[in-house]
């Protein structure tokens, strides 16, 4: 499984040999050898090979955005398609999150794989719109955790909201 390397643990007023790199990100020391081979900057040819800290963090958040992928307000991220995918609309499910967020669960129209991903209560109605949605969402689609509002029409209580 592969691992993030975060940025924050490099100090950027400071020199790194290419042991120092490793220890501090915990890759093994090849993997930085493979970086300066593909781009990062080195200081000058001598050995030790010196890294400053300010050419390291620009690479590692230039690496990781290229593992990143903007989702349009009504897709979801397939990672068995590694792509962004519309949601099948019977599978859509929003669940209520603390400070004005929504758990947006679907599976994938293609592959049928399980998805999440943030959204906000304020575009709910606009993904609804978006992705054609035939039903309203307070009937059927909404999952409440803890407190259900005076117009929810149903008595029944789901798994999840059980104490």
């Known amino acids: 499984m592969s691992r993030r390397n975060n940025p924050n643990r490099i100090k950027i007023h400071r020199s790194y040999t290419v042991i120092d ?18 781009g990062l900057p080195v200081i000058d040819d001598r ?27 009504h897709e979801i991220y397939c990672f068995k398609c590694k792509e962004p995918k519309n949601p099948n609309i019977e599978s859509v499910r929003f669940i209520s999150k603390p400070a004005g967020m ?31 949605g035939k039903l309203p969402i307070a009937e059927k689609h909404l999952i409440l955790r803890e407190e259900a509002l005076l117009n929810y029409p149903f008595d029944m209580v789901f798994n999840d909201e059980k104490k």
């Open 47 to 73: 050995r030790p090979l010196l890294i400053h800290g300010s050419d390291l963090k620009v690479h590692l958040k230039q690496k990781r955005k290229t593992y990143m992928y903007k989702c349009e307000i």
């Open 102 to 132: 929504a758990q947006m669960s679907g599976r994938c129209q293609e592959c049928g794989c399980q998805a999440n991903k943030y959204v906000s209560w304020r575009n709910v109605n606009q993904i609804w719109f978006e992705l054609e």
């Open 21 to 38: 790199v490793s220890e501090a990100l915990g890759v093994h020391p090849k993997t930085v050898r493979n970086w300066i081979r593909v």
